[in-house]
């Protein structure tokens, strides 16, 4: 950081000043005096060249007006910068609020208690409260608008000043005799603040100034000391917060009258005097220092005492009141930046985040690459790469590093130009200092310097670079201590031990070329050591401690700037006789220069370097100054002949959006001079006096000069001595060119000159040329205009790129609705298709799918995008089309569409039918879809998995003793099922079995397949027996009630064979009453032994039953009544009759009907008789649920 005096403005009347404040926001400057002064002055900047921006434009008073109303000497001024409100006040006690009002300050509000003075006032962060405290103990807080809050009196206390924190809720009061206090916002005192900086201070002393940092502009690191307290002895203490217990503390040595932070608390400015040994009287100094304590500069200040001090807005100006002058200082802050492949890399602090933001801006492209960096210390570039020197965060501790030590203390990461971070070092020195060069970056302590050999893989990508195995090869990183003398034949090791070892004279600065390095220290002695072996070289003597250390481009010179601004120069290998007669090493050049915060050797010359002197460049050639170009930026580069220059100070005043219009570049002497010979007296002249003054770049003027004028002969010549291979040939080129118009149109597309180049071809009836130097240019939009409005035909294929090029364009822009339409006419459906998927045209997309031929290789492509939204139906098309059923098919099942799935399968005999069903069943199933997953069954003839399934849902419906009739059509289902599986089990063993007999043995196969499969099933053997035994029951029931009560006897006997499926209790229970019906008292009394025999009643049950059986048989004798000539029959015989679904009864008669599918029988006449057509409804259901089947008429005896 350096400072100078730049301007000074005299009050009249030579008043001494008391006081002054500069307002951060709006830049009025307001200043009271004696007698009253008060005056509000504004420099503002009124220059028209873009170049002179900042500090370098001239700065008159725009405003300065004298306020009127005090009468004592006004002591105290203070800016309410959010509403634009000046509070002063003088040694009467009088207070004045100015409010601006077109232009002009006036008073809007006065206050006076007449009792004692006003001491301090000070406006909260965000303006709506200002707190007055009076020399009495008095304390005001009011409003903005005049209203007060509270007021207190501190009896017995003198106060002096007074400070809100940041967050408005503590307030700090300074007293008279040197101690503060904390109290609440509310007035209620909470504790007195130790002060550490006064420890073994006697005497009297006072508080010259505290000022807390509000940060409104973010802070440069996270928790940093934020409230500066000091007194007028010199000693100060900078806390992170009120109650802090361990402050910075510094000593400035000198009688101190006011302090400020400036606009983002990183630097603070401590005024006062200084007592000089060499001189009687005290001289004015201003001291500036970091918030962690280190001294940054001084800056003495003419005149006899110093009253007051006042940042600008921008930090970029101090204001000093001094007897009656104001002086103002320019300050140049050491900005975190650096330059490199055409990117500026800068960093700043912001109010809502606690890392500093670092912005990599491509000044080529106008683009910016943001990154967060955390407690970041320095920013270093060299040739296409960075380095940022940071803390090491302490919540992500490292891996143990390749160092072998846990826990380093700060990194260097190297990152490319746009902020890519490449590799990251570990290191456990703190990086005060960093330099680099294209292979190394070296990194110094005060105590040690550590080098790296970095390497950057160029073409791998970040992925790649991030998954290198980061050996550490011996001797790619070393630390030396500044004390070590290391010879460079023996590499050196990664000790850090040496690191922690002290030095009594400490690095101050470092700088290193490819081949040198060199180390500063603050005695004034540098040290030259070689790279990449580090050697000590040689030790040179300077007078001076330097801040900034620079080599030329082939280090044999040396420039030193020393923490004065003061320039030297240092010629490294001159032999010179010292004032002894030895012949030593090194010369101190007769060039110093004073005032100089930055200096740029070129790259390309040893002896031209630039400089930087209060606002003015200097450029020097072999020691010699050109006339100075006024600018304030900082220098990025120096090549060619011409200076690039960057203004950070405007920069950083919007850092989000940096302007091309602050990187300036300036022509050195030799090239304006040049330029202006060739274009006032004529290229030959010029050819001398650049062969005089030969520089490459001054060359390739002349080359491009001549070329414009065709002189090809000088042109070839001049490109040669620049060595610039590719104007040689096209020099060459031209040669070869017969026409002097197509020669300059070619010149013309060399300089750039498009459209001059294109209407010379055009003239020359060439369109072919104007269209490949669009095409080379690759601007399609013009391409394309050219091909329509040319006579002829158009290429075709020309046209098609064209259009496809700006289909490109578009697309590249998310513009697809634009695309959309080019990529139509150049035919191109591979972009068209993504265009439509972007766009959600699924119709235009579909459209597209359905005019490619088949097996197109696009197909697959918009299948895909259609699954990606869920339409299943046009993906399946587009499979289809392209000959991927099995594709199709995943989709259908990926989407849930199982039916499509199954029916494609099936129509493509795909294997994996099986398995797909078996998937969508389970999908079914699990979604508690059992009927859905029969039918897939069903309709997939899958008979036999869809029977288990409905003979389980037919067993849980039995379970839940739902309604009979219910239970008894899904049997009915489940059987029809199993028939319709023994009928695809013949077919099949029909379509196998060929030759003779093919029919009874194609049954016989198929018998034996049933026979494999019905061992592990129950059902398959007799699929009847569930709808049988429902049929039955309700049945009996049906003629019980209707009073058929034999029938009903006979039909309930059928139900004894049926305990498997109906539950015994109820089987019994139904014939007990049937019997009972029919005065068959001794089938009742078996039923009842039955009943009080089951083990599944409870004992209350039995006894019922048993109760009921005692009534029953004391008034029965237990004797069937009367003989059925079918007993014997029904209890067994060598036969047993088929019985009639419709009565229940054994059929005995010759003709009956039977079911093809069932094989169930019925009586003819039951059939017939309409009154008796219900009772047959096994039949019917047989009927209904088998799609009937033809009937056929049997005989007993046929059946028998």
């Not at 040694?91 to 006065?110: A, D, F, P, R, T």
């Not at 088929?1138 to 169930?1160: D, L, R």
Request: aromatic letters at 10%.
């Amino acid at each position: 950081m350096f400072f100078y005096l730049s301007k000074k403005i005299a009050i009249p009347n030579n008043v001494k000043l008391k006081c002054v404040s500069w307002n951060k926001d709006q830049g009025f400057i307001a200043c009271g005096g004696e007698d009253g002064l008060l005056k509000v002055l504004k420099l503002e900047t009124q220059t028209d060249d873009a170049k002179l921006r900042g500090l370098a434009a001239p700065s008159n008073l725009s405003m300065n007006q004298t306020l009127e109303g005090h009468s004592g000497s006004v002591q105290v001024v203070t800016w309410n910068e959010q509403y634009q409100k000046l509070t002063t006040s003088d040694q009467n006690g009088l207070i004045i609020v100015w409010m601006l009002y077109k232009g002009s300050w006036y008073e809007e509000m006065i206050n006076n208690r007449n009792k004692s003075v006003v001491r301090s006032m000070s406006w909260n962060a965000d303006g709506q409260k200002i707190c007055i405290v009076y020399e009495d103990g008095a304390v005001i807080v009011g409003s903005v608008d005049g209203n007060r809050i509270w007021g207190k009196d501190l009896k017995g206390i003198q106060l002096c000043h007074v400070a809100w924190s940041a967050d408005s809720k503590v307030l700090l009061f300074g007293m008279a005799n040197g101690e503060i206090h904390i109290y609440d916002n509310q007035g209620n005192f909470i504790v007195k603040m130790k002060l550490n900086c006064l420890v073994n201070v006697t005497g009297a002393i006072s508080i010259a100034g505290i000022h807390w940092y509000h940060g409104t502009e973010g802070y440069v690191e996270p928790d940093c000391p934020c409230l500066a307290i000091c007194f007028d002895n010199g000693r100060c203490q900078i806390m992170r917060h009120e109650s802090d217990q361990n402050p910075v503390l510094i000593d400035t040595g000198m009688y101190v009258v006011s302090i400020q932070w400036n606009h983002i608390g990183s630097v603070l400015a401590v005024a006062g005097s200084q007592k000089v040994v060499t001189q009687d009287k005290d001289v004015n100094t201003v001291q500036f220092y970091t918030p962690f304590g280190e001294h940054l500069g001084t800056l003495k200040v003419p005149g006899k005492q110093m009253s007051a001090l006042s940042w600008e807005g921008g930090g970029l100006k101090i204001a000093l009141a001094v007897d009656s002058f104001i002086y103002f200082a320019n300050i140049r802050p050491d900005y975190k930046w650096g330059y490199c492949s055409n990117t500026v890399v800068y960093a700043y602090t912001r109010p809502d985040r606690p890392e500093y933001c670092v912005i990599f801006w491509d000044t080529k492209n106008n683009e910016k690459y943001v990154k967060y960096v955390k407690s970041l210390i320095s920013i270093t570039t060299c040739g296409d790469f960075c380095i940022l020197a940071t803390k090491a965060d302490e919540n992500h501790p490292q891996e143990e590093n390749e160092m072998g030590t846990f826990g380093a203390m700060f990194v260097l990461v190297l990152c490319n130009s746009i902020g890519t971070p490449l590799d990251p070092k570990y290191i456990d020195i703190v990086p005060l200092f960093v330099a680099m060069t294209k292979t190394h970056v070296i990194a110094a302590s005060k105590e040690a310097f550590y080098t790296w050999q970095y390497r950057v893989a160029k073409k791998l990508t970040a992925l790649e670079i991030n998954q290198i195995t980061r050996s550490r090869k011996e001797g790619r990183e070393r630390i030396y201590h500044v004390d070590d003398t290391p010879s460079g034949s023996v590499d050196g090791v990664l000790d850090y031990s040496k690191a922690i070892q002290g030095t009594r004279d400490p690095i101050c600065a470092i700088t290193a070329s490819d081949k040198t390095l060199i180390v500063g220290r603050e005695s004034g002695t540098i040290q030259r050591y070689s790279l990449p072996n580090v050697g000590l070289i040689q030790k040179y003597s300077l007078n001076c401690r330097a801040y900034q250390l620079s080599l030329n481009c082939n280090s044999s010179r040396l420039a030193i700037i020393d923490i004065s601004g003061v320039l030297t120069f240092l010629d490294l290998d001159a032999r010179v006789t010292d004032s002894t007669g030895q012949q030593v090493i090194g010369e101190l050049l007769k060039l110093e220069r004073k005032d100089v915060w930055d200096m740029k050797w070129a790259k390309d010359n040893p002896d031209l370097f630039a400089m930087m002197e209060k606002t003015r460049m200097y450029v020097f050639r072999n020691l010699d100054p050109e006339e100075p170009i006024q600018t304030s930026g900082y220098i990025c580069n120096f090549e060619d002949l011409e200076i690039k220059s960057v203004l950070l100070d405007e920069i950083l005043k919007n850092p989000e959006h940096p302007n091309k219009d602050y990187i300036i570049n300036f022509e050195i002497r030799s090239l304006r001079d040049s330029r202006a010979l060739i274009e006032k007296v004529g290229i030959e002249d010029a050819s001398q006096f650049i062969e005089d003054n030969p520089h490459p770049r001054l060359w390739r003027l002349l080359a491009e000069a001549a070329l414009q004028n065709l002189d090809l002969h000088t042109a070839e010549q001049a490109f040669v001595r620049c060595k610039d291979y590719q104007g040689i040939k096209f020099v060459k080129r031209l040669g070869h060119l017969q026409s002097e118009s197509m020669k300059q149109a070619e010149v013309a597309a060399y300089f750039g000159r498009f459209e001059e180049a294109e209407r010379m071809y055009l003239d020359m009836d060439r369109r072919d040329l104007a269209i490949g130097l669009r095409l080379k240019l690759g601007d399609w939009f013009r391409v394309l205009q050219l091909l329509k409005t040319g006579s002829g035909d158009a290429d075709d294929s020309l046209l098609e790129q064209a259009h496809n090029a700006i289909g490109d364009y578009f697309a590249d822009r998310q513009k697809w609705l634009n695309a959309v339409q080019y990529y139509v006419q150049g035919r191109n459906q591979e972009r068209l298709a993504e265009c439509y998927y972007m766009l959600e045209d699924y119709e235009g997309l579909e459209n597209l799918a359905n005019s490619l031929p088949e097996n197109h290789k696009l197909l697959p492509e918009i299948a895909q995008m259609f699954v990606r939204v869920g339409m299943c139906e046009q993906a399946v098309t587009a499979f289809l089309k392209c000959n991927q059923p099995k594709a199709a098919v995943d989709t259908c099942v990926h989407l849930n569409q199982w039916n499509k799935a199954v029916e494609l399968a099936k129509n493509h005999s795909m294997k994996e039918i099986g398995s797909l069903l078996a998937r969508y069943a389970s999908h079914l199933l699990e979604k508690n879809k059992t009927l859905d997953a029969i039918e897939l069954y069903r309709k997939a003839n899958y008979f036999y998995d869809a029977a288990k399934l409905m003979f389980k849902i037919a067993d849980e419906e039995a379970k839940k003793r739902t309604k009979p009739l219910r239970v008894k059509k899904l049997y009915v289902l489940s059987a029809l099922l199993i028939e319709q599986y023994h009928e695809q089990m013949k077919n099949a063993q029909r379509g196998k079995v060929k030759g003779k007999n093919s029919e009874a043995t194609s049954a016989l196969a198929g018998l034996l397949e049933e026979e494999v499969l019905s061992t592990t099933s129950r059902f398959t053997d007799n699929a009847w027996r569930g709808a049988e035994a429902y049929h039955f029951f309700i049945l009996a029931q049906r003629q019980l009630y209707e009073g058929y009560v034999d029938t009903a006897l006979k039909t309930a006997l059928h139900l004894r064979d049926y305990e498997d499926i109906i539950p015994a209790v109820e089987i019994y229970s139904l014939l007990a009453l049937c019997a009972c019906a029919s005065r068959a008292f001794g089938t009742c009394s078996k039923a009842f032994i039955k009943l009080e025999s089951l083990e599944t009643l409870s004992a209350e049950q039995k006894q019922q039953y048993e109760d009921l059986a005692l009534e029953i048989f004391t008034k029965h004798t237990p004797k069937d009544n009367r003989k059925s000539e079918l007993d014997s029959f029904l209890e067994g015989g060598e036969g047993k009759l088929p019985t009639c679904v419709a009565t229940g009864s054994p059929i005995t008669e010759y003709q009956f009907w039977m079911c093809s599918v069932c094989k169930h029988c019925v009586l003819a006449q039951e059939i017939t008789s309409s009154e008796r057509w219900h009772l047959a409804l096994l039949f019917i259901l047989c009927r209904k649920l088998g799609s009937i089947y033809n009937d056929k008429v049997y005989t007993t005896t046929s059946i028998l």
